[in-house]
């Protein structure tokens, strides 16, 4: 048995040995500031109302403290007119955006409690949020060197989650009703916050943002570059891919075909690790861009989640089979659409087209024959190919407004 022991003791030592020695001894380091305590406001710049009733509360809040030195962000809270509690929404602006008051707005006109904020790391021009300050501002997205807290992308997730916390600890925020909302840069922040905040929210909404980097993203080469204890904390903490089977709650991303930010491959291998119910929208052939009729449908979703409005259309796994003459027939189910008014599949040729970014997808329409819907792809694709079902759906709540939503992406040998 001593034997045995010794034995078991030296195996162990062993395989620590093959672990990088960062990431032995770190722990998470998000999991400090799951506190639920709103940040401490430093500087209330007033509140205003508008023409409709809306009040808009401008705020300057203190986040971590780095060296002595407080991180400081500003945000905006806006609060439907009328009395009463309210389903309250996060919304995360991308890549060099700034609190996007107006979104806050809108949301509040449509009975959205929702608070806006200047993300450290992810902001651009400084004269658009000057009140947001720290040391985050030369600190790289890409790196965790000596460890994850010096990368920007970590402020950007904690300020995220204290801008929650603060949006939650309004008297009016109903908080069993919480969404958060994200694009780009935005969105991963979003997806970050779904799994580290599961319990606490009802639903998030995220555009391009995704996980698994290394399944194709622009910053793919960059982390790949990384000495291999950075890369492997990197990617153990900051890549949303990594807390994704943490998400038991509703999930929708909406992103393009050819987004060279986020792959496909990177967005369906996210959801694929998730709980909850997911669903999706494809924008054939657009490149960081949603241009397909229907693609704003973060209110919907939420009007669904949150307000126990009506059910978003859902695309069920398709079915193919070659026919004889070397079509290819394409079927697959859509539940829940309310009035559909186009349907189509999306087609492309891997095989030609190797770079995602550079595919053509070509559509085939499609016939619906009650739930079932079928797409005939011509015999000249006779070779393998990938490809996705696209239903836009009007909303009846919403009027002229229509939703699309697509099935995931398939690759037919």
């Not at 809040?61 to 929404?89: C, D, T």
């Not at 955006?97 to 992810?122: E, M, N």
């Not at 496909?264 to 997911?278: E, F, Y």
Request: contains cysteine; charged residues 20%.
């Amino acid at each position: 048995m001593r034997n045995y022991f010794r034995l078991a003791v030296s195996f162990v030592f062993a395989l620590n040995s093959c672990i990088p020695a960062q990431a032995q001894v770190q722990t998470d380091p998000f999991q400090s500031y799951l506190t639920g305590r709103p940040p401490v406001i430093t500087e209330d710049l007033g509140t205003a109302t508008d023409s409709d009733g809306v009040r808009i509360q401008k705020l300057v809040f203190r986040s971590r403290m780095v060296n002595g030195q407080p991180s400081l962000v500003f945000a905006a809270i806006a609060h439907p007119a009328g009395a009463g509690k309210f389903p309250a929404i996060l919304r995360l602006h991308g890549g060099g955006g700034a609190a996007d008051i107006p979104a806050a707005i809108s949301s509040a006109r449509a009975g959205y409690v929702c608070l806006v904020l200047d993300i450290p790391g992810v902001t651009g021009d400084k004269t658009k949020n000057p009140r947001t300050t720290g040391s985050w501002e030369t600190a790289p997205k890409i790196g965790a060197n000596p460890d994850i807290t010096h990368s920007a992308l970590f402020d950007a997730v904690i300020s995220s989650i204290e801008a929650f916390y603060l949006l939650r600890a309004q008297p009016d925020a109903d908080t069993a009703r919480m969404g958060v909302a994200g694009a780009s840069w935005g969105g991963y922040t979003a997806t970050m916050l779904a799994g580290l905040l599961n319990k606490d929210l009802a639903a998030t909404w995220s555009v391009f943002g995704s996980g698994n980097f290394l399944e194709g993203a622009f910053e793919k080469t960059h982390i790949e570059q990384l000495p291999e204890a950075e890369r492997i904390a990197w990617l153990t903490y900051l890549d949303p891919g990594k807390r994704a089977g943490n998400i038991t709650k509703p999930f929708f991303i909406a992103t393009a075909s050819n987004d060279r930010h986020w792959s496909w491959m990177a967005v369906q291998a996210t959801l694929a690790s998730m709980k909850g119910p997911v669903n999706q929208m494809y924008s054939p052939n657009t490149n960081h861009q949603i241009q397909y009729p229907g693609g704003s449908e973060m209110i919907p979703f939420f009007n669904q989640y949150l307000k126990g409005g009506l059910p978003m259309p859902v695309v069920k796994v398709i079915k193919s089979r070659r026919e004889k003459d070397g079509r290819l027939l394409v079927q697959y189910q859509v539940d829940n659409a309310a009035r559909p008014v186009a349907a189509k599949v999306y087609y492309t040729f891997p095989g030609e087209q190797p770079v995602w970014t550079e595919r053509k997808w070509l559509a085939a329409a499609a016939v619906a024959t009650g739930k079932k819907y079928t797409a005939i792809i011509p015999a000249s694709a006779q070779k393998s190919v990938d490809l996705f079902a696209i239903i836009t759906d009007i909303d009846p709540e919403l009027g002229q407004d229509s939703t699309s939503v697509s099935s995931l992406i398939k690759h037919v040998k």
